[in-house]
């Protein structure tokens, strides 16, 4: 614990420059920009050679991590994507300095970052999401299932707790079966879309009703072909599922997530 | 249905109901990680939100699912035999669980075009029970 003055003191002068994300060529930045922060820091461009890394000031003495902040991180970079290839950081990169940023960050990798922002150009990431609308998901399990419909019958009214055992086996058939149903409509999601994409990622679900996850690089030009795809696949699942296309984002599944940029 | 295209960029209707988890999904876990030593640490990254974000199943997870099949048994009773709790056969639980189903999937596809999440289905279940 520290005390006023000491916070006071800290608050004055530790800045540090926090990092957005990095895109090829020399990129003018439209004033005004609001960054992560609050208040917001203004987004402007530091250049190393024919890289631009998107930077605002950031008070160090701060925790980051508001919803704003992230909205802020994000945004800045999807609008970026959609007009130009984009390396996203991750949320909360922060080095001392502008000069650092361009002799540490993007000196020393300057290969690595051209050679991805050539492999990324012309491409964004969509995001399609898609959750099992419980009651209908847990029909198709009632009626599939003889087992399940049974237990369903025995608990009906009863005494939660005297029918516990009843409770997690029902449970349990019920999880695995949504897991097999995941397994399945994954599959058929990848299989619809594989000419429209040109790389793909499947992200682990967040939420035990979850039923496709999965990040998609398409290229420009076959955007339109996706959400085509991704509709008519829609159509095919009906009220079973609501599923979302979320896009164009900046290509966080596949800029080597988990690798440290360097070494 | 009908899928809702969510633009990435630009100011527009961020946020939205289920926008904040998709953004913590993408950011805190993707995306270029900078080596350790370049960096300076922050303060502090104050994050209230990451929970219920790995999906473990469990028995609360057991439970929870039988409650649902429960409130769906109950619902279904109360729409298609009303007096008659109890005693049914399997064989007419089973049509009445699809033809409960197909009813609701109706009264409450307006709500499933302008929403997504789970402030949806709660606000769906309540109407169905409103309705019966």
């Known amino acids: 614990m520290t005390t006023q003055t000491e916070d006071r003191q800290a608050g004055d002068g530790r800045t540090g420059v926090y990092v957005y994300g990095i895109l090829p060529g020399d990129i003018e930045v439209e004033p005004g920009a609001p960054g992560v922060g609050d208040p917001p820091g203004e987004v402007r461009a530091v250049r190393y050679r024919d890289l631009t890394a998107l930077v605002s000031d950031v008070d160090l003495d701060r925790p980051l991590g508001r919803a704003e902040d992230l909205f802020a991180h994000e945004e800045l970079l999807d609008s970026s994507a959609a007009e130009v290839a984009v390396l996203p950081l991750r949320f909360g990169a922060v080095l001392a300095s502008e000069d650092a940023v361009a002799d540490e960050l993007l000196g020393p990798h300057y290969d690595e970052f051209s050679a991805a922002l050539r492999q990324l150009d012309g491409h964004a990431e969509y995001v399609v999401k898609g959750r099992y609308v419980e009651d209908a998901v847990l029909g198709e399990v009632l009626e599939e299932n003889p087992e399940a419909a049974r237990l369903g019958q025995q608990i009906s009214g009863g005494d939660p707790d005297a029918t516990r055992d009843q409770r997690i086996q029902l449970g349990e058939i019920v999880a695995e079966a949504i897991e ?84 | 249905m009908t899928i809702a295209t969510q633009p990435g960029g630009g ?70 035999l009303p007096g008659l709790v109890g005693g049914m056969e399997e064989s007419g639980a089973r049509h009445k669980t699809k033809g409960a189903l197909e009813a609701a999937g109706d009264k409450l596809r307006d709500f499933t075009d302008s929403q997504n999440g789970d402030k949806e289905r709660a606000g769906r279940r309540s109407r169905s029970r409103e309705d019966s």
């Not at chain 1, 496709?212 to 398409?218: E, G, I, P, T």
């Not at chain 2, 100011?11 to 993707?30: E, F, M, Y």
């Not at chain 2, 939100?49 to 997870?61: F, K, L, N, Y």
């Open chain 2, 11 to 80: 100011n527009s209707a961020r946020p939205q109901p289920s926008g904040l988890a998709d953004v913590i999904d993408t950011i805190l876990d993707k995306g270029l990680v900078i080596d350790a030593y370049v960096r300076v640490s922050l303060v502090g990254i104050e994050l209230l939100t990451i929970d219920a974000r790995v999906v473990i199943a469990s028995v609360d997870t057991y439970l929870r699912f039988a409650e649902a099949v429960n409130r769906l048994d109950i619902s279904q009773e109360k729409e298609g």
């Open chain 1, 180 to 263: 097999a149903r995941r397994q399945a409509d994954t599959r058929a999601l990848g299989d619809a879309v594989a000419e429209r994409v040109t790389a793909s990622v499947v992200r682990p679900p967040t939420h035990e009703l979850d039923a496709v996850y999965a990040a998609f690089l398409v290229e420009t030009g076959k955007a339109e072909a996706l959400r085509q795809a991704i509709e008519q696949l829609a159509e095919q699942w009906g009220d079973r599922m609501d599923l979302r296309l979320i896009g164009p984002l900046a290509a966080y599944d596949f800029v080597g997530s988990g690798a440290p940029a360097g070494n």
